[in-house]
């Protein structure tokens, strides 16, 4: 949801996605959306000790949005605002009613660089009070002024913190705001990310040492090449998020009701799965009961092939089990750019045993399925995956003449490691320095807070009851929440998933000795806990109308009453009536994707808790 909402926004982005956390060190103010680095980025060599480094440098105060009090809250000696999930918009639509009103913003400059902050910038075909100052001041279509008192009564916030939160972002010198993945996997998503990307727009804090464009950065790549694609003859694609709708039904899934892309319908079903190195197959997809009952007939998907190297829970479902080599089997030519932030970094890897018994490389295969259909050498274009290192790494070395020869190399580990230059790690500074010379690539080449595209997209598409796509960042109502009082009369509690120091996603929770050490349980608070007489380690049925799952509770202050909090990525393990005795929180979430990117909606439940 937060590719396609930046898409939206900013346009394309191109290699840097966001400012480098390295940036902080030129704050004096951080404010974080659900973004929880000591829990999801635990690596010591990467964005945590950016982030440690860049607070120590500046002391910036830090102030993190969330509803759980995470473990960043305490590493990063930050404020908590608890906050309830699916609600973030609202909290900027009061945040920016206070910058309008206290005259805060710098109009001027905020329509220099963005179309559709007030009504001298809108496109002609906008509605004259589309803008996003209408919305907030109450003139736009819904008639409502987003206060900090009516936010407060949505997001749990109190009216005097959004104030001062609003006031202390403005007179920043330097404010760098950024989002997690966690605020973007609900029903509203795009919308949640759309809404934090443009604070640093109306507060002026972007393009500047110090600032960023409300995104969470990803890493600078190093430059390693990656074997080539090919050209694939089918054209047609469909949201990833969706494939078990183009099993059960692709009669449904259509350019304007499911987002396919390519043709304005499927003609057929999947009818053969690819599953390779990822639990997504069942365990972590939303609504596991629905995804089980649509992988065990083989009506629908014929056939079923898992590549990995541990029997996880999507893997019983392989027709055709393929075992993959571990990384400690394994050899590769590995480039840096996922989580290392402003450091990039090239590794050889090197395997330290010799493959065992069946185990194979992804390559090889891929190789011999090549062979079978004739089309070997056109796929590995006669090179082995060693032959493709030596060969990958001879294009790094054409560029960085100082690089050892490959036969050198191949055994030094880590063999090349830079680090990002200050004045390259900031997001939106040729942009800042002069919006005409150097526009961003969204259709006006300005930062998009009315989006004319995504405003004709939603004429076109046709969207389930209750789903809106609007042109600005509205906070959009969701069905599973608290303000759905005929539903929480039956699931009172919100419920939203959280990565554990446990496991990595569903990697490693197989691991007892792990479990031991950071055993998985709900976190709910005192107050739900004594209303359902619960204490720490009572075993539970966390419960809703799509399952039933078992685990331990943890009761503690460091979560929003009437919110829970289920950690993801245990193995879903059903007993004889049907309970996930495994803990896995996919057993309870929904299906539902969400109205633009049909995307991760998975942290938006209701549910109820009882003890077992």
Same mark, same amino acid.
């Given at each position: 949801?937060?590719?396609?909402?930046?898409?939206?926004?900013?346009?394309?982005?191109?290699?840097?996605?966001?400012?480098?956390?390295?940036?902080?060190?030129?704050?004096?103010?951080?404010?974080?959306?659900?973004?929880?680095?000591?829990?999801?980025?635990?690596? !010591?060599?990467?964005?945590?000790?950016?982030?440690?480094?860049?607070?120590?440098?500046?002391?910036?105060?830090?102030?993190?949005?969330?509803?759980?009090?995470?473990?960043?809250?305490?590493?990063?000696?930050?404020?908590?605002?608890?906050?309830?999930?699916?609600?973030?918009?609202?909290?900027?639509?009061?945040?920016?009613?206070?910058?309008?009103?206290?005259?805060?913003?710098?109009?001027?400059?905020?329509?220099?660089?963005?179309?559709?902050?007030?009504?001298?910038?809108?496109?002609?075909?906008?509605?004259?009070?589309?803008?996003?100052?209408?919305?907030?001041?109450?003139?736009?279509?819904?008639?409502?002024?987003?206060?900090?008192?009516?936010?407060?009564?949505?997001?749990?916030?109190?009216?005097?913190?959004?104030?001062?939160?609003?006031?202390?972002?403005?007179?920043?010198?330097?404010?760098?705001?950024?989002?997690?993945?966690?605020?973007?996997?609900?029903?509203? +998503?795009?919308?949640?990310?759309?809404?934090?990307?443009?604070?640093?727009?109306?507060?002026?804090?972007?393009?500047?040492?110090?600032?960023?464009?409300?995104?969470?950065?990803?890493?600078?790549?190093?430059?390693?090449?990656?074997?080539?694609?090919?050209?694939?003859?089918?054209?047609?694609?469909?949201?990833?998020?969706?494939?078990?709708?183009?099993?059960?039904?692709?009669?449904?899934?259509?350019?304007?009701?499911?987002?396919?892309?390519?043709?304005?319908?499927?003609?057929?079903?999947?009818?053969?799965?690819?599953?390779?190195?990822?639990?997504?197959?069942?365990?972590?997809?939303?609504?596991?009961?629905?995804?089980?009952?649509?992988?065990?007939?083989?009506?629908?998907?014929?056939?079923?092939?898992?590549?990995?190297?541990?029997?996880?829970?999507?893997?019983?479902?392989?027709?055709?089990?393929?075992?993959?080599?571990?990384?400690?089997?394994?050899?590769?030519?590995?480039?840096?750019?996922?989580?290392?932030?402003?450091?990039?970094?090239?590794?050889?890897?090197?395997?330290?045993?010799?493959?065992?018994?069946?185990?194979?490389?992804?390559?090889?295969?891929?190789?011999?399925?090549?062979?079978?259909?004739?089309?070997?050498?056109?796929?590995?274009? +006669?090179?082995?995956?060693?032959?493709?290192?030596?060969?990958?790494?001879?294009?790094?070395?054409?560029?960085?003449?100082?690089?050892?020869?490959?036969?050198?190399?191949?055994?030094?580990?880590?063999?090349?490691?830079?680090?990002?230059?200050?004045?390259?790690?900031?997001?939106?500074?040729?942009?800042?320095?002069?919006?005409?010379?150097?526009?961003?690539?969204?259709?006006?080449?300005?930062?998009?807070?009315?989006?004319?595209?995504?405003?004709?997209?939603?004429?076109?598409?046709?969207?389930?009851?209750?789903?809106?796509?609007?042109?600005?960042?509205?906070?959009?109502?969701?069905?599973?929440?608290?303000?759905?009082?005929?539903?929480?009369?039956?699931?009172?509690?919100?419920?939203? !998933?959280?990565?554990?120091? !446990?496991?990595?996603?569903?990697?490693?929770?197989?691991?007892?000795?792990?479990?031991?050490?950071?055993?998985?349980?709900?976190?709910?608070?005192?107050?739900?806990?004594?209303?359902?007489?619960?204490?720490?380690?009572?075993?539970?049925?966390?419960?809703?109308?799509?399952?039933?799952?078992?685990?331990?509770?943890?009761?503690?202050?460091?979560?929003?009453?009437?919110?829970?909090?289920?950690?993801?990525?245990?193995?879903?393990?059903?007993?004889?009536?049907?309970?996930?005795?495994?803990?896995?929180?996919?057993?309870?979430?929904?299906?539902?994707?969400?109205?633009?990117?049909? +995307?991760?909606?998975?942290?938006?439940?209701?549910?109820?808790?009882?003890?077992?």
């Amino acid at each position: 949801q937060n590719f396609t909402a930046t898409s939206y926004t900013y346009g394309a982005t191109g290699v840097q996605f966001a400012s480098h956390f390295s940036q902080i060190a030129h704050s004096d103010l951080v404010v974080f959306f659900g973004l929880n680095l000591s829990e999801t980025r635990m690596s !010591g060599g990467g964005q945590v000790e950016e982030l440690r480094r860049a607070l120590e440098i500046s002391g910036a105060r830090v102030i993190i949005i969330d509803p759980r009090y995470t473990d960043s809250v305490v590493t990063e000696h930050a404020e908590w605002l608890p906050i309830r999930p699916t609600t973030d918009a609202a909290l900027v639509a009061a945040i920016a009613h206070t910058l309008i009103k206290e005259n805060l913003i710098d109009e001027e400059r905020v329509n220099t660089y963005c179309v559709g902050y007030d009504r001298s910038t809108l496109p002609e075909a906008a509605k004259p009070n589309a803008s996003y100052k209408d919305y907030v001041l109450g003139n736009g279509d819904d008639g409502v002024e987003k206060t900090p008192e009516w936010a407060a009564d949505i997001c749990g916030i109190p009216a005097i913190r959004i104030r001062q939160l609003a006031r202390e972002m403005a007179g920043a010198r330097a404010c760098f705001i950024a989002q997690g993945w966690g605020p973007q996997r609900h029903a509203n +998503g795009e919308q949640t990310s759309r809404a934090v990307q443009i604070l640093p727009a109306l507060t002026g804090h972007f393009g500047l040492p110090g600032t960023n464009n409300g995104n969470w950065t990803y890493g600078t790549p190093y430059g390693v090449p990656a074997l080539p694609i090919g050209e694939n003859s089918v054209k047609v694609s469909i949201p990833c998020y969706l494939w078990t709708d183009a099993i059960q039904s692709p009669e449904k899934m259509t350019a304007t009701t499911m987002g396919v892309k390519g043709a304005d319908k499927l003609k057929t079903g999947i009818k053969l799965f690819f599953n390779q190195a990822g639990n997504a197959l069942l365990n972590q997809h939303g609504n596991i009961n629905r995804t089980r009952k649509i992988l065990e007939d083989d009506s629908l998907c014929e056939t079923i092939v898992v590549i990995d190297n541990h029997m996880t829970a999507s893997a019983r479902f392989a027709d055709i089990l393929l075992p993959e080599t571990s990384y400690l089997e394994a050899e590769d030519l590995v480039d840096s750019s996922y989580a290392a932030g402003s450091h990039h970094y090239m590794i050889a890897m090197q395997k330290t045993i010799t493959p065992m018994w069946e185990v194979r490389s992804t390559y090889d295969i891929c190789a011999d399925i090549a062979g079978h259909l004739g089309v070997r050498e056109r796929f590995t274009e +006669g090179r082995t995956q060693a032959e493709w290192m030596a060969k990958h790494y001879g294009q790094v070395k054409e560029k960085r003449s100082y690089l050892p020869e490959w036969e050198v190399a191949m055994n030094m580990g880590v063999i090349d490691q830079q680090s990002t230059r200050d004045e390259d790690s900031i997001i939106l500074a040729d942009f800042r320095h002069d919006p005409v010379a150097s526009p961003l690539t969204t259709p006006s080449g300005k930062i998009e807070i009315y989006s004319h595209t995504l405003a004709e997209l939603a004429k076109t598409w046709t969207l389930p009851e209750g789903d809106r796509i609007p042109a600005i960042p509205e906070f959009c109502v969701v069905a599973e929440s608290h303000l759905n009082k005929n539903l929480t009369a039956k699931y009172p509690l919100q419920m939203s !998933g959280f990565h554990t120091k !446990g496991h990595t996603h569903s990697t490693y929770a197989s691991v007892l000795m792990l479990h031991e050490a950071v055993p998985d349980e709900i976190w709910i608070n005192p107050i739900d806990a004594n209303a359902r007489q619960l204490k720490s380690g009572d075993l539970v049925h966390v419960f809703n109308d799509r399952g039933v799952v078992e685990i331990p509770c943890k009761v503690t202050q460091r979560i929003l009453p009437g919110v829970v909090a289920m950690p993801q990525g245990a193995w879903t393990r059903l007993d004889s009536n049907g309970v996930d005795v495994g803990g896995c929180i996919n057993t309870l979430t929904s299906h539902l994707p969400s109205p633009l990117a049909k +995307g991760n909606p998975q942290h938006t439940n209701l549910v109820e808790i009882k003890r077992a």
